[in-house]
């Protein structure tokens, strides 16, 4: 398996001599989240409005990307105290394929709620991402699935498994490094044998630029 | 008593030359004793050997050059045997038969060469020196050729059919010694020569105007049209570009949004959770059906694409120029026709007997 992986990784390094071109990307972008906590004790759901920023630096097939997002998240209905929310991302991704990405690289969320513990979720995550255009040479679509492969939870559960994925378009403009970004995402964590779900989903409308 | 003696020898010669020897071999023998007869004042036995020695020298069609020298010394001879007008009519002969020859005056005697001279300035004749094989362009390159004369003269140079009819006139006036001629290949209208055979003709003029002597030459002529060349090939259907849309685009379009919007739509459940509220999913997948929706009309088969139109069109223009050039170069080879000239053997006609 090793052996297996250090070729594949020697090929794509080998492949990607022959483009060594840094390519920045950098894009910021509007979500719309909405927390969803499945309790024993009952179920408590939260939505608002965060921002994310996310840059990456790609080298050949090879590409290194850093996402940060915050905002806050507010109990529907009313009742209850709004949470803080963030997430940070470090993922180190290969393009073994023209259409697909794979990614990994720790994931950590936190939510802060005054006067309470800060709980922090922590994922190493694998990332599996399809992209390819369809309309003309002008709007890409994608769809990315990840799953957790380890995770350091600071609640009471153990830690069962954890999946997510995101599905969207990108509209390029023509010979204009800009680019806008409309995708739906979700996050899905198990704690507790299923006792306990965390789910976090939400919309993200954002413009970058990206350097090609 | 010489004379006898030298007929002996002659006689003794002519009777050992073996046959296998040849014609050539018995008249090389012929001139030689006839010219040692002269070298030994034997005139009489000189003219006799040499008039036999032309005679055969006729038949064997040997060259001019030793035709002449034959005739000068038997021209000598008979003008030392007192013979003069045999003597004229001998020099006459070589005029006629050489325009440019001078008799040797380390050889012969000033009475001898001031009578030939004499006879030359007299006899009116032209020699037409022709080149080889040659190829003009018509109406561009030029076909040369060198009229010699004996004396001065009036000529009427020209070219005709071979029934004598006039095919061209090139040249009317006086000659004092020799001409350079040319013809540009085409006849007295300025077309092409619409015959394969011709005569160049030479007619020489006493000071009097009567016609002295006719010499001419046939040619033959032969027209060469150049290749042209071929049409170059008009663009192949496979360097084409189409100029219409087919459906792949559009099918492109419309494939990838409904996958991209089903993956949206079912993007919870693939990660187990099936309780999520729809309206963002559906509000996202909506959009990306819009989208698509318009990228399909975008790309909608049989819409023009005006790229492809116009790198058509541009190798269409690039073969239309190659198409002007070819004819533009065609048309200029059409007007190069070559005429190819082969010139055949002189004849010279002498309305007067010597």
Known sequence: MKRGLGVLVAALAASSISAQTIRPVANAAVVTARVRSELPAGTEELSGT????????????????ASYLQGSVQPDGGAGQSRDLAEGTVLLGAVPFKWLTLETGPYARAYSTPGATTQRWVFWELRARAAGAFIGSAVHGYAELWRALTADVNVPEPFD??????????????RSPLEGRLAYRIDH????????????DGVIIG???AWR | MKRHVAWLCALA?????????????????????GVHAYKNLEFDLA???LRRDLARRNVAAVPVAERARGLAYLGAAEWFRGRRDSAVVVFRRLVMLDPRYRPDRLIFPPEVTSAFDAVRLQTKTALIVLPGDTAVVLGTTLYRFWIVVSSFQQIDVSLRY?????????????????????????DAAGGPPAVSRMVLRVLSRAPTGELASIVQVPLAVTLVPADTLPWPPGPAASDLLPERADGAAAKRALLGGLLVSSAVLVLPAVVGESDTPSEPRVAVAGTIGLATALGFILHRPGRPLPDNVRANQAQRDAWQQRIASVTAENARRRRDVRLTVRGGEPTTIQPRGP
């Not at chain 1, 498994?161 to 023509?174: D, F, N, S």
């Not at chain 2, 071979?162 to 085409?186: C, K």
Request: aromatic fraction near 6%.
């Open chain 1, 50 to 65: 965060a921002l994310r920023g996310t840059g990456a630096v790609a080298f050949g097939r090879f590409h290194l990307l």
């Open chain 1, 161 to 174: 498994h954890a999946e997510g994925g995101e599905a969207g378009m990108i509209v390029r403009l023509a």
């Open chain 1, 189 to 200: 964590v198990v704690l507790g044998g299923g006792s306990r779900t965390e789910t976090v």
């Open chain 1, 207 to 209: 413009i970058g630029v």
């Open chain 2, 13 to 33: 010669c002519a009777a050992g030359a073996a046959p296998s020897r040849g014609q050539a071999q018995t008249a090389d023998t012929l001139f030689a004793t």
């Open chain 2, 47 to 49: 003219a006799s050997l």
């Open chain 2, 162 to 186: 071979e029934d004598g009819a006039p095919f061209r006139p090139l040249y009317v006036g006086p000659v004092g010694d020799s001409l350079d001629m040319s013809w540009d290949g085409l």
